[in-house]
Antibody, heavy 120, light 111 residues
Framework: QLLLQESGPGLVKPSETLSLTCSVSGGSISSSGHYWGWIRQPPGKGLEWIGAIYYSVGTYYNPSLESRVTISVDTSKNHFSLKLSSVTATDTAVYYC????????????WGQGTLVSVSS | QSVLTQPPSASGTPGQRVTISCSGSSSNIGTEAVNWYQQLPGTAPRLLIYNDHQRPSGVPDRFSGSKSGTSASLAISGLQSEDEADYYCASWDDSLKGYVVFGGGTKVTVL
């Protein structure tokens, strides 16, 4: 049973970089066929896909965020990370990490989510 | 504004059948599979349907998905109180370099 857990600062200042890590247990992050992704949800709003990394293949990003986003994998720590630069208040959201095992873009395992607020 | 269009709300009484629509375009639903997620209040989303109509292990067969052209639907048969949640459709979009797009979500209320 794959378990995912997000971690990182709950408060980030405007113009700084938001950094989150998703720790994976119950399986190896280097397993083939898994997409490791980030999805966010502003308070009271819907879901927005940020991007995903397909281990040893490449990364895919939401075009609206691509210039500010980096997703990477650290196989030695069995975790993957999100960096979002130049944040503003509109980046305030619950950030979820998730993985798609059953099918490329069908996220069937999710972390519990972590709220990140952008404020000075 | 979301790439996929869903009605903001739907409702029904216990035991009824409720249907949620999801409208897209030729670059997403028209050529790619649709997935549906259920989000109970205060929790992470849960995959409900993938590949238009397939259910992951553990999802009751009261939930069913279908697709025609550039639109998809999620049906909940035998509505139960625990089905009160937000439901999101999602699909891969082939435009630009490709990315996942979500609908705006539909709040289902059990009356």
């Amino acid at each position: 049973q794959l378990l995912l857990q997000e971690s990182g600062p709950g408060l980030v200042k405007p113009s700084e970089t938001l950094s989150l890590t998703c720790s994976v247990s119950g399986g190896s992050i280097s397993s083939s066929g898994h997409y490791w992704g980030w999805i966010r949800q502003p308070p009271g709003k819907g879901l927005e896909w940020i991007g995903a990394i397909y281990y040893s293949v490449g990364t895919y990003y939401n075009p609206s965020l691509e210039s500010r986003v980096t997703i990477s994998v650290d196989t030695s720590k069995n975790h993957f990370s999100l960096k979002l630069s130049s944040v503003t208040a509109t980046d305030t959201a619950v950030y979820y990490c998730a993985t798609a095992v059953i099918k490329d873009d069908a996220y069937d395992h999710w972390g519990q989510g972590t709220l990140v607020s952008v404020s000075s | 504004q979301s790439v996929l269009t869903q009605p903001p709300s739907a409702s029904g009484t216990p035991g009824q059948r409720v249907t949620i629509s999801c409208s897209g375009s030729s670059s997403n639903i028209g050529t790619e599979a649709v997935n549906w997620y259920q989000q109970l209040p205060g929790t992470a989303p849960r995959l409900l349907i993938y590949n238009d109509h397939q259910r992951p292990s553990g999802v009751p067969d009261r939930f069913s998905g279908s697709k025609s052209g550039t639109s998809a639907s999620l049906a909940i048969s035998g509505l139960q109180s625990e089905d009160e949640a937000d439901y999101y459709c999602a699909s891969w979009d082939d435009s630009l370099k490709g990315y996942v797009v979500f609908g705006g979500g539909t709040k289902v209320t059990v009356l």
